[in-house]
């Protein structure tokens, strides 16, 4: 994920940064939840689920499968 400009200073950095990390989650098959706007579900066809928790700037990544979860969170960085 690449900005193209600075968003640090200006009155509309935090929703300029949300609106861009909201876009590529949604772009790496990540749905976001109903219940709250930090958190994302990526539930994978063979039943495994990711679960991303953002705020603010820190992310949490939750599941069963290690493996799976630092695959997701591979492509996410």
Known sequence: ???KHALYG???ASLAWWQEL???ML???FKQASSGAGVFVYRHKD???VIALVYVDDGIFL???PKFIDRKK???I
């Open 10 to 12: 200006l009155k509309q």
């Open 22 to 24: 909201e876009e590529f």
């Open 27 to 29: 772009t790496q098959g």
């Open 1 to 3: 994920m690449c900005l």
């Open 63 to 65: 599941g069963h499968d």
């Open 47 to 49: 039943g495994k689920i």
């Open 74 to 76: 591979t492509c996410c």
